[in-house]
């Protein structure tokens, strides 16, 4: 039977709409990192080669170089750390230039993906589908330990009302946010879902 993350790993990936606190131990990665605005050209084609790689490891075993302990499973959702660059931070003033965003895009692998696989897949996927974005991918394991979270509905541009739900959940209960870094999980495809109806899974690190 097929591993579903939307059905195994709910409390992960399909949280409440409103603020809850999570802990979440460590998962391994694809990721690649960048900077600017994600309406770019260059921020589909970093989400491509996290793609390419994703589903040639979801494929190995049609081509028969699936590895040990293999089993079928659901491609995890592209997920995304977002900062500002430096300068930004030092010149803030409240309103965002998406020219200034830095991001840490990634997808989960299963736990049966090794360092080896993963570098044999990187290898497999240069030759096949060539991409010198390839090269500025990493495999790695991130734990991200306690966290607040909950499910954004609605557009991205309408994020930070969500966040300001999340803030004021953490100020109630003494939590304490490490910085303003945050992880977002898209749960619907933009290309097919309209911008009022869209799921992001919204999560930020807090103090223990």
């Known amino acids: 039977m ?46 491509g080669s996290l793609y390419s790689l994703s589903y040639a490891i979801r494929m190995s075993y049609k081509n028969g170089y699936e590895p040990d302990d293999f089993y079928e499973y659901t491609v995890y959702p592209l997920e995304g750390v977002w900062d500002i660059n430096e300068e930004a931070k030092r010149n803030y003033k409240g309103v965002l230039d998406k020219d200034s965003l830095v991001f840490n895009l990634m997808i989960r692998q299963p736990d049966f993906v090794t360092n080896d696989f993963a570098q044999k897949t990187f290898e497999r996927t240069m030759k096949k589908k060539p991409s010198e974005l390839l090269k500025n991918v990493e495999f790695s394991e991130i ?66």
């Open 2 to 47: 097929k591993y579903e993350w939307r059905k195994k790993e709910k409390e992960i990936y399909l949280p409440k709409s409103k603020p809850e606190i999570i802990t979440l131990p460590s998962f391994k990665y694809f990721s690649i990192k960048g900077e600017g605005n994600p309406n770019n050209p260059f921020f589909g084609e970093c989400i």
């Open 143 to 208: 734990e991200e330990g306690k966290c607040v979270q909950m499910m954004h509905l609605g557009s991205y541009d309408d994020e930070p009302g969500t966040f300001k739900l999340m803030e004021t959940f953490c100020k109630e209960n003494k939590f304490i946010r490490k910085s303003k870094k945050h992880r977002e999980i898209y749960i619907s495809d933009p290309r097919k879902i309209k911008p009022e109806k869209l799921k992001t899974v919204l999560r930020f690190k807090i103090k223990t």
